[in-house]
């Protein structure tokens, strides 16, 4: 059974910065063969992706976090990062990790605010 952990979030201030992790734990997985997904849900409103990285390391971003977030995976590691910076309070919203079509994490609160 695969489980996937985020951390890293937090409260920070408009203008900050934060990185989030996801890792990868379990038997019988494969994460070196899955493309892995950040997505973010704020209250009152749908899930939606963020930014996403395949196998290969090709990436791809919401028009909204263009220029200011980076994913990024570290295969040996098992891990997926959000690097995200110049956060406005538009970006506070619960984010979760998605590796392939449907393994998630629990989520990690990222709240941005003065």
């Known amino acids: 059974q695969v489980q996937l952990v985020e951390s890293g979030g937090g409260l920070v201030q408009p203008g900050g910065s934060l990185r989030l992790s996801c890792t990868a734990s379990g038997s019988g997985f494969g994460f070196r063969i899955d493309p892995m997904t950040w997505y973010r849900q704020a209250p009152g409103k749908e899930r939606e992706l963020v930014a996403h990285i395949t196998v290969s390391g090709t990436t791809n971003y919401a028009d909204s976090v263009k220029g200011r977030f980076t994913i990024s995976r570290d295969n040996a590691k098992k891990t997926v990062y959000l690097e995200m910076n110049s956060l406005e309070p538009e970006d506070t919203a619960v984010y979760y990790c998605?590796?392939?079509?449907?393994?998630w994490g629990q989520g990690t609160q990222v709240t941005v605010s003065s």
């Open positions: 998605k590796k392939g079509t449907s393994t």
